[in-house]
């Protein structure tokens, strides 16, 4: 049973910054693509972050320069640093895993496994 657990997130200024953590078990993930999405109230499911197995990354360009994703494979872990946190980055972060390697890195439809997500809020 695969299981992705987010933690690091909170409640923080503008200016400020995160850095949220997914921890991933039941997989060894190191072969897989990992990704972040979030989800704002009232809003759907949006693309973050895409880290391929092979070290490629890609961003959505509301974060792009700010936001970081990075993975340490023998943690099976994947973090998203961000800084200079904006009010309109407050949403439910969630990782997801791909298996196959979807040419789709940005489609929420793509991943396979989720985790339950964590709450960032940024306030002005």
């Known amino acids: 049973q695969v299981q992705l657990e987010e933690s690091g997130g909170g409640l923080v200024q503008a200016g400020g910054s995160l850095r949220l953590s997914c921890a991933v078990s039941?997989?060894?993930?190191?072969?897989?693509?990992m990704g972040w999405f979030r989800q704002a109230p009232g809003k759907e499911r949006e693309f973050v972050a895409t880290?391929?197995?092979?070290?490629?990354?890609y961003y959505a360009d509301s974060v792009k320069g700010r936001f970081t994703i990075s993975r340490d494979n023998a943690k099976n872990t994947v973090y998203l640093q961000m800084n200079s946190l904006k009010p309109e980055d407050t949403a439910i972060y969630y990782c997801?895993?791909?298996?196959?390697?979807?040419?789709?890195?940005?489609?929420?439809?793509?991943?396979?496994?989720w985790g339950q997500g964590t709450q960032v809020t940024v306030s002005s």
């Open positions: 039941g997989r060894t993930f190191s072969t897989y693509t």
């Open positions: 880290a391929r197995s092979g070290g490629t990354t």
């Open positions: 997801a895993l791909d298996r196959g390697y979807s040419i789709i890195y940005y489609a929420d439809g793509e991943y396979d496994y």
